[in-house]
């Protein structure tokens, strides 16, 4: 299983960033599999900012949810996060990660992508 | 909103036992699972639902959860243990995943 994020490294302030991560060894339309967006400024901890399960089901993180979009091209063992109004304190490395069976895991994330860093400035 | 609470360091001399807590409201009644992230690196599960560990992940970690607050125990801290180490839950009521603060653990 590996997963690889890709996007911009920079953006500029109100602008949408997209990021996609692209991932392999596992299909994202077996029963109980995720993939999770994470992200990190520099310096600080790791927040959580979106899932997709495998029945295409989205969950959001309550602080961020109206400016962002996730969803999943299984066919091309993709899936694309979008986050509206870029800002500075948007600036961090994003990672994507894979949950596997949740009724095993219970979404613990057994496997991260080495992560993309995105700068927002003007 | 639920939270996770975690000190900000931790200390352990080398070859002794570290333990990195986690707290949280009735924690004990959730799995919990643990990261190890050193710097520039991405975050490693070294510990899924409270006791588990994966594949590759010395024995030298173990895990418990009980009432309010999780543990991390690293036994023979070794130099190569020092990172950064974050507790995380999914909390079924808000549908949301949360992660801890997060615990520098230093070896010296």
């Known amino acids: 299983v590996t997963l690889r994020e890709s996007g911009p490294a920079l953006v500029k302030p109100t602008q949408t960033l997209t990021l996609t991560c692209t991932f392999s060894?596992?299909?994202?339309?077996?029963?109980?599999?995720?993939v999770s967006w994470i992200r990190q400024p520099p310096g600080k901890a790791l927040e959580w900012l979106a899932l997709i399960d495998w029945d295409e089901d989205k969950y959001y993180s309550s602080s961020l949810k109206t400016r962002l979009t996730i969803s999943k091209d299984t066919s091309s063992n993709q899936v694309v996060l979008t986050m509206t109004n870029m800002d500075p304190v948007d600036t961090a490395t994003y990672f994507c990660a894979q949950i596997g069976d949740i009724a095993v895991t219970s979404y613990g994330m057994g496997v991260w992508g080495r992560g993309t860093t995105v700068t927002v400035s003007s | 909103s639920y939270k996770l609470t975690q000190p900000l360091s931790v200390s352990v001399a080398l070859g002794q036992t570290a333990r990195i807590t986690c707290g949280g409201d009735?924690?004990?009644?959730?799995?919990v699972h643990w990261y190890q992230q050193k710097p520039g690196q991405a975050p490693v599960l070294v510990i899924y639902k409270s006791t588990n560990r994966p594949s590759g992940i010395p024995e030298r970690f173990s895990g418990s959860n009980s009432e309010n607050t999780a543990t991390l125990t690293i036994s023979r801290a070794q130099a190569d243990d020092e990172a950064d180490f974050y507790c995380q839950v999914w909390d079924s009521f808000s549908a949301e995943v949360l992660f801890g603060g997060g615990t520098k653990l230093t070896v010296l």
């Open positions: 060894g596992f299909s994202l339309s077996t029963t109980g599999v995720c």
């Open positions: 009735n924690i004990g009644s959730t799995s």
